[in-house]
Every structure is written in structure tokens, then in C-alpha cells.
């Protein structure tokens, strides 16, 4: 793909201001790579606060949720309707608030990755098998224990799935976040190198926030595996065999 992008860019004539070489663009990563990673060192904390942030209040609210149906019913529709705001209406009153500093960006990246991460944990802890539930209650076991022993355990894999989608979001969440107000940051970067019509440094600015987030999807899936790694032996034991 980079080959043919190279070669289709040199031989069709195409400005650079409109799609640089992929040669061009890592000259421009070589070139300035303390710039790039100065502020991408800024997004990736604003990345990881608001995630941890984010999944901390949607783990605690599945949790909660599992010991009162009634808390379920009053709160879970705001959740849902939280999310019917874009992030882009909500970033410029976030700004208003906490001023140009760290608060606003996190905030917005928080309020972008614990829904998944709820939704994922009340769904993970209601698919918990009822049989091992009501043997867990034939042995008097309260609903705490229940919650620590049984639920919990069962929903981990639903649990990550979430936490990957939040870690998905979260860099867009950054990005948005410093669109809005920053002075730091790739997200400020790329709305400087777009007012300057610096096409290549603006796509560098892209692939090191893709590789970023890409660093951090599988980082999220390593966790997992050393958290659940029965999980990804059942579901590779089951399988069906490709042989033949």
C-alpha cells in the first residue's frame, strides 16, 4: 500500500499539499521527531488519565447496578441520554470551565470511555451462569461473596471487551479535547499544520497518534491475557479444527 501510494503520488502529478509521499512524510517524523514527541507525550497522558477515570466510574456503576435494580432504572437512561450529547458540544463548556489545563481534555476523554466500559460490565455480570449462582446460594453465600466470586469473574471477558472499545475512543476523545482549547498536544499540532497548510508534518501528526492508539488497543489486550488467560484458552479449545 505505502509502495503504490508512493509511486501513484510521483507519477500522477498530485500536489504535496494535497497528499504528501509517504517518503515526504517520514522525512518530516526524522526531521522533527523531538517535537512530535514532546506533544505526543502530552496527548498520551491526557489519553491515560481520562481512560483510567473513565473505566474506574464504568466499572463502579456496572457493579452498583448489579446490586440494585432499582439504581439501575433511575440512573441508566441518564447514561444513555449522557451520550447523546456530541463530545464537540460538550468539550467547548468543559474549556469554559476548567480554562485551558489538563482538567477539561481529561474530562472529555473520561466522559467518551466509561459508557462502553458500563454497558459492557452490567451486560457481563447479567450473562454469569444463574446455575453457579443459586449453588453459590445453597452454600449461604451473601451477595458480595456472590458478586466476588461468581459475577465478577464470569463478566472479565465482557469487561475488556469494553475497555478496549474505551481505549479506541479515548484517542479521540484526546483530540477533540485539544481541538477545542490547548496549546500542547497532537491535536493542537494538527490544527497548527493545517492554518499553515504543512501537509506532510500535519499527516506525521496523524500516523504518530495512530500508532499510539494502536499501541495502546493491543496494550489493553495484553492486560487481558495475563488477567483472564483462561479465557483465551476455552475459546481456542472450542474452536472448530481447520484441518482437512
Known amino acids: 500500500m505505502l509502495v503504490a501510494w508512493e ?9 504535496a499539499l494535497l497528499l504528501p509521499p509517504p517518503t515526504a512524510i517520514v522525512s518530516t517524523l526524522v526531521g522533527s521527531r523531538a517535537l512530535f514527541l514532546r506533544h505526543a507525550m502530552v496527548t498520551l497522558v491526557e489519553i491515560l488519565i481520562g481512560f483510567a477515570l473513565g473505566a474506574a466510574v464504568g466499572l463502579v456503576l456496572g457493579v452498583l447496578f448489579s446490586y440494585s435494580r432499582l439504581l439501575e432504572r433511575a440512573i441508566y437512561p441518564w447514561l444513555v441520554a449522557s451520550q447523546m450529547v456530541p463530545v464537540v458540544a460538550v468539550a467547548p463548556i468543559l474549556v469554559l470551565w476548567f480554562g485551558f489545563t489538563l482538567t477539561p481534555k481529561v474530562l472529555v476523554v473520561a ?3 466509561f459508557f462502553p466500559v458500563a454497558v459492557n460490565t452490567i451486560d457481563g455480570l447479567r450473562s454469569v ?10 452454600l449461604g ?7 466476588r466470586s461468581v459475577r465478577i469473574p464470569s463478566a472479565l ?6 475497555l478496549k472499545v474505551a481505549m479506541a475512543l479515548a484517542v479521540v476523545g484526546a483530540v477533540f479535547g485539544e481541538w477545542v482549547g490547548s496549546s500542547e498536544g497532537l491535536g493542537y499540532l494538527m ?15 496523524i500516523f504518530v497518534l495512530s500508532v499510539m492508539g494502536i499501541a495502546l488497543f493491543f496494550l489493553v489486550g495484553i492486560v487481558q491475557r495475563s488477567v483472564i488467560p483462561w479465557y483465551r484458552e476455552d475459546r481456542g ?4 479444527s481447520k484441518e482437512g
Open 7 to 15: 509511486v501513484g503520488v510521483r507519477i500522477s502529478g498530485v500536489s
Open 111 to 113: 466522559l467518551i470511555c
Open 129 to 138: 451462569d444463574r446455575e453457579m449462582v443459586d449453588l453459590m446460594r445453597t
Open 141 to 147: 453465600a451473601a451477595r458480595p461473596r456472590i458478586i
Open 157 to 162: 471477558p465482557a469487561v475488556f471487551s469494553g
Open 191 to 205: 490544527l497548527a499544520f493545517n492554518n499553515q497548510l504543512a501537509t506532510a508534518d500535519l499527516f506525521a501528526a
Open 237 to 240: 479449545h472450542h474452536e472448530p
